[in-house]
């Protein structure tokens, strides 16, 4: 941890190639039912701060001017499989 702050490489960097055998290993067996969206090698290293900027991304509102189109977003998000 120590040498990956002062010069960018080393333990992230094999905790990514790690990662991205993971989930290939994941996505080789994979129901596509079950989890539509393929594995990510960041999904096997839960301790990266890039999953954590992810997860900070994924938790902010996403509000629109228009009331209507709000709505149709918000209908999109809680029924994805309906046409509307």
Do not use: C
């Amino acid at each position: 941890m120590a040498s990956y702050q002062l010069d960018r490489r080393g333990g992230h960097y094999d905790d990514l190639r790690a990662g991205t055998i993971a989930s290939m290993l994941a996505n080789i067996n994979r129901d596509v039912k079950v989890r539509r969206d393929p594995f990510d090698a960041l999904d096997f290293i839960p301790w990266n701060e890039v999953r954590e900027l992810r997860e900070q991304a994924k938790n902010e509102p996403i509000l629109l001017d228009d009331p209507d189109a709000q709505s149709e977003l918000l209908f999109s998000k809680m029924f994805p499989n309906r046409n509307a």
